[in-house]
Antibody, heavy 123, light 112 residues
């Protein structure tokens, strides 16, 4: 059974940092691209970042470029999101999601999602 | 403002069919067949219902179908059931250099 479990969320002051983790199980993690998608309270979904299965392709939404860093450790079946210089508008549930295609055949469709971890940025 | 445009709400009675539209541009929906649809119940993670415009993942009911014409994609749910009441989001690959995936603003489906 495919499972994704996020952790690392919490309450942080503006300008602070958090590192989110997502541990995967039930599939060959090293062959799939992974993504972070967020959802602000009462709002819609927003794609945040993706990393290819070999980490040779990485992209971010404009609003987090220069502040967030995505990475992965295929030996530990994990993907991470280091969030720096956090702002109030970064407050959201952050989901880890798997791309439906493997070995680089990305479909930009997310077939498995974690339950999410809440990040709150407030003074 | 979301990159893809969806109606804020739709409604239908049990057994009826409804269609949710999702309008983009030639840089996303109109240019690629990487359109997906997600169902999200309150407090839950989204669930993939349709990918590649019209393909259903294993386990998704065939009451859900997807299509595309020009820059507009559509999700049709036939034989509405109470458990279909949820938020629905479309998404698409985009050729924008600053994004990989764009989502619609979401549509609240109410089963009357």
């Amino acid at each position: 059974e495919v499972q994704l479990v996020e952790s690392g969320g919490g309450l942080v002051k503006p300008g602070g940092s958090l590192r989110l983790s997502c541990v995967a199980s039930g599939f060959t993690f090293s062959t799939y691209s992974m993504n972070w998608v967020r959802q602000a309270p009462g709002k819609g979904l927003e794609w945040v970042s993706c990393i290819s299965f070999r980490s040779n392709y990485i992209n971010y939404v404009d609003s987090v470029k220069g502040r967030f860093i995505i990475s992965r450790d295929n030996a530990k079946n994990s993907v991470f999101l280091l969030m720096n210089s956090l702002r109030a508008e970064d407050t959201a549930v952050y989901y880890c999601a798997r791309d439906a295609g493997n070995y680089g055949a990305n479909r930009r469709a997310f077939d498995f999602w974690g339950p999410g971890t809440m990040v709150s940025v407030s003074s | 403002q979301s990159a893809l445009t969806q109606p804020a709400s739709v409604s239908g009675s049990p057994g009826q069919s409804i269609t949710i539209s999702c309008t983009g541009t030639t840089n996303d929906i109109g240019g690629y067949n990487y359109v997906s649809w997600y169902q999200q119940h309150p407090g839950k993670a989204p669930k993939l219902m349709i990918y590649d415009v019209s393909d259903r993942p294993s386990g998704v009911s065939n009451r859900f179908s997807g299509s595309k014409s020009g820059n507009t994609a559509s999700l049709t749910i036939s034989g509405l059931q109470a458990e279909d009441e949820a938020d629905y989001y479309c998404s698409s690959y985009t050729s924008s250099s600053t994004l990989d995936v764009v989502f619609g603003g979401g549509t609240k489906l109410t089963v009357l």
